[in-house]
């Protein structure tokens, strides 16, 4: 689990392999405090089980997460974001974040609004029904608040820190980027429809009604 508190960028050194699977290097300093082999850490918001080394760690990207991100367009000298799992009694700056992308978006426009940045992102239409306004989502490993949503896009506000001490800061209209959306939508929504009237547990009877009902 993590929080979308980005804590480093590190620096792609290598890449071994093919879409069938890439063996990657990434040189880092903060993150390989306390990490051993088989710990997490978020890669642009990928979570990847590693080994660390000295002055960097290694990891598999399996195909799926080749297919579902965008590591596979990462290239030796790449930035990327990087975050540990967060630790029990941790302190949680930011919102749950499971590292399971579920889309790559686009920047489809950037525009300045005062000392931030307002950064709109293209998403495949499937996705959207789990972003809402003041809403939270994942872009890249970080946890940013939605101000806004249209029929297949959102927009983020991005801090001066934030555009400083991540990659956001380096993408262009057009970069593709990681997108996790909140995954409490993803469960309401499965739960809801476990049934025709979307009963979630046997032993509560939780139904669509019942959340109708209570305001929600």
Same mark, same amino acid.
């Given at each position: 689990m993590f929080t979308g508190i980005i804590?480093? *960028?590190g620096t792609v050194i290598s890449l071994r392999g093919s879409r069938a699977g890439t063996v990657m290097d990434i040189a880092a300093e903060k993150v390989l405090h306390g990490t051993e082999t088989g710990d997490s850490i978020a890669v642009n918001g990928v979570c990847l089980t590693v080994t660390p080394g000295q002055g960097h760690f290694t990891a598999d990207v399996m195909p799926e997460s080749?297919?579902?991100t965008s590591l596979g367009s990462l290239a030796p000298g790449s930035k990327v974001n990087l975050e540990r799992a967060m630790p029990c009694g941790g302190r949680f700056g930011g919102h749950i974040v499971s590292g399971h992308v579920d889309a790559c978006g686009r920047v489809a426009a950037l525009r300045k609004d005062g000392i931030a940045t307002l950064m709109?992102?293209?998403?495949?239409q499937n996705i959207m029904k789990y972003v809402a306004e003041k809403g939270s989502v994942t872009l890249d490993g970080v946890s940013l608040t939605v101000a806004a949503i249209s029929a297949?896009?959102?927009t983020v506000s991005l801090i001066p820190h934030t555009l400083a001490s991540t990659t956001l800061g380096?993408?262009?209209e057009g970069r593709e980027v990681n997108v996790e959306v909140d995954m409490i939508a993803r469960y309401v929504e499965r739960l809801l429809n476990c049934g025709e009237n979307g009963p979630t547990d046997p032993e509560t009877g939780l *139904?669509?009604?019942f959340l109708k009902e209570n305001g929600f």
């Open positions: 804590e480093e *960028t080749l297919r579902r709109k992102v293209s998403v495949p297949d896009s959102f380096l993408l262009r *139904t669509i009604d």
